[in-house]
């Protein structure tokens, strides 16, 4: 029989060795530039109540780009968790819908007076929706392989780009004063808002540079430069563009979808297993 004295002495020394235990370093690296991440987003509010719009823009995509690397960072060092995926969704959360929401609000859609509040409202509340959908899909066992080539609506970081699309058009001297158009903003960023929460498939990038052929590696690495290059020197332009190419994309990645769904239909049943 058990000392229940002995007992009770072991319990806090098998704990004590726990809490001391080593952490990998793997492990904190992609939480660290979720962190970076997080504080570009809540720059980019500061910098929009200081009327400072342009470095307000530059901080939700410098919080996009961290974004895109801090995934690939935990799955090429072998350290995702529960935690990082938990911090990842409330960073992405305050950084492509509350920061984005108020950075359009306060330069345009404040002069709509209520109703600019509540667009505001419904871009923030779509993307919390959105995060909460795609992480519920992670756990979906009945999802075909080919279906992890796209998402279910726009993701986050994607709509955010979307929303501040109007910006870009202002730095550009498209648009004299955000307040003047508030009546067509306010409609496209409903639509935005609501394109995060639908069922529309749009072509996912979370598997792409994991593997590529050996004769494309030169081609990539030119055009992640030069999209790089485009970024800095042109950086309205560039992102103008790349928004109106996403919104074109679109109707092709619904067409690629039903393709691939409809050759998934034609496939034979497999067979009951046998008893």
């Given at each position: 029989m058990a000392d229940p004295v002995n007992q009770d002495r072991d319990e806090p020394e098998e704990a004590t060795q726990r809490r001391f235990q080593m952490v990998p370093v793997r492990f904190l690296l992609p939480n660290l530039i979720t962190l970076l991440a997080l504080c570009s987003g809540v720059t980019a509010i500061r910098m929009a109540i200081e009327g400072r719009y342009e470095l307000a823009v530059a901080g939700i995509i410098v919080a996009v780009v961290l974004d895109a690397v801090d995934g690939r960072l935990a799955r090429f060092l072998k350290g995702t968790s529960r935690f990082g995926a938990e911090l990842d969704s409330l960073a992405d959360f305050v950084n492509f819908g509350v920061a984005p929401a108020l950075l359009i609000y306060i330069w345009s859609l404040n002069s709509l007076r209520t109703a600019g509040w509540v667009i505001a409202l419904i871009l923030a509340i779509?993307?919390?929706?959105?995060?909460?959908?795609?992480?519920?899909?992670?756990?979906?066992?009945?999802?075909?392989?080919?279906?992890?080539?796209?998402?279910?609506?726009?993701?986050?970081?994607?709509?955010?780009?979307?929303?501040?699309?109007?910006?870009?058009?202002?730095?550009?001297?498209?648009?004299?004063?955000?307040?003047?158009?508030?009546?067509?903003?306010?409609?496209?960023?409903?639509?935005?808002?609501?394109?995060?929460?639908?069922?529309?498939?749009?072509?996912?990038?979370?598997?792409?540079?994991?593997?590529?052929p050996r004769e494309t590696v030169l081609p990539v690495l030119g055009l992640v430069a030069f999209a790089a290059i485009m970024l800095i020197a042109y950086p309205w332009e560039f992102l103008s563009v790349v928004a109106i190419a996403y919104l074109v994309m679109i109707p092709i990645s619904m067409r690629s979808y039903r393709r691939h769904k409809a050759s998934d239909a034609q496939l034979p049943e497999a067979p009951p297993p046998s008893a």
């Open positions: 779509c993307c919390a929706l959105r995060l909460a959908r795609f992480n519920v899909a992670l756990d979906d066992p009945h999802k075909p392989q080919w279906a992890n080539m796209f998402f279910t609506g726009a993701p986050a970081p994607a709509g955010a780009g979307l929303a501040l699309l109007p910006m870009y058009l202002g730095f550009l001297g498209l648009i004299d004063d955000g307040h003047d158009y508030a009546i067509l903003i306010g409609p496209y960023i409903v639509v935005v808002a609501l394109l995060m929460v639908s069922r529309v498939p749009t072509f996912s990038g979370k598997n792409f540079g994991s593997r590529i």
